[in-house]
């Protein structure tokens, strides 16, 4: 288990340059961070998460959602700091 989670702030920070030298844009990085603490990365067959099966609330994303984020990141065109 995670002790101490990224911030959103180390995330942009992380991905600095990722973009052939460039960065990309922090709303861009924001929505990725969001999309992973709000459904985190499991594979499949992956143990759910510690308490969830009492809940019942396991949620596993699936390629479809990886392939909107692509699909969105890839109708927003270049992107420019200046």
Same mark, same amino acid.
């Given at each position: 288990?995670?002790? #101490?989670?990224?911030?959103?702030? +180390?995330?942009?920070?992380? #991905?600095? $340059?990722?973009? $052939? $030298?460039? *960065? %990309? &844009?922090?709303?861009?990085?924001? @929505?990725?961070? !969001? *999309?992973? =603490?709000?459904?985190?990365? =499991? %594979? +499949?067959?992956?143990? &759910? &998460? !510690?308490?969830? %099966? !009492?809940?019942?609330?396991?949620? /596993? /994303? @699936? ?6 984020? %692509? +699909? =969105? ?6 992107? *420019?700091?200046?």
């Amino acid at each position: 288990r995670v002790k #101490n989670k990224m911030t959103v702030e +180390q995330f942009i920070r992380n #991905n600095r $340059g990722i973009d $052939g $030298g460039k *960065s %990309l &844009p922090a709303f861009f990085l924001t @929505d990725i961070y !969001e *999309s992973i =603490r709000d459904e985190e990365i =499991r %594979l +499949q067959g992956d143990a &759910p &998460p !510690e308490g969830s %099966l !009492e809940n019942g609330d396991v949620t /596993v /994303v @699936d390629d479809f959602f990886w392939e909107g984020v %692509l +699909q =969105r990141s890839e109708s927003l065109g270049e992107f *420019s700091a200046t």
